[in-house]
Nanobody, 115 residues
Framework: QVQLVESGGGLVQPGGSLRLSCAAS????????KAWYRQVLGKQRELVAR???????EIADSVKGRFTISRDNAKNTVYLQMNSLKPEDTAVYFC?????????WGQGTQVTVSS
């Protein structure tokens, strides 16, 4: 059974930082491309960052320079380091791992940026 479990969300003040983690089980994690998405209620889910199996990285323009994505294949974990957080970063953040027709999602973790 494949599981992606996100953690690290919470409430943070504007300008603060959070690190999200996504731990995977049931797949050969290092073979998969990984990504973080976010979704605000009533809006489409949007890509935040992704890292391919070979390490190519793409960061959304809205978070470039503030967010970084990394992975630790030995720990089957992908991370999203979020710095200089803004209220508009408030969303549910989802972890995604995909490889060809295989596409897996975590349950999401809430990030709220507010004073």
């Amino acid at each position: 059974q494949v599981q992606l479990v996100e953690s690290g969300g919470g409430l943070v003040q504007p300008g603060g930082s959070l690190r999200l983690s996504c731990a995977a089980s049931g797949i050969i994690f290092m073979l998969y491309h990984k990504a973080w998405y976010r979704q605000v209620l009533g809006k489409q889910r949007e890509l935040v960052a992704r890292i391919t199996a070979v390490g190519n990285i793409e960061i959304a323009d809205s978070v470039k320079g503030r967010f970084t994505i990394s992975r630790d294949n030995a720990k089957n974990t992908v991370y999203l380091q979020m710095n200089s957080l803004k209220p508009e970063d408030t969303a549910v953040y989802f972890c995604n791992a995909w490889l060809r027709e295989y596409d897996y999602w975590g349950q999401g973790t809430q990030v709220t940026v507010s004073s």
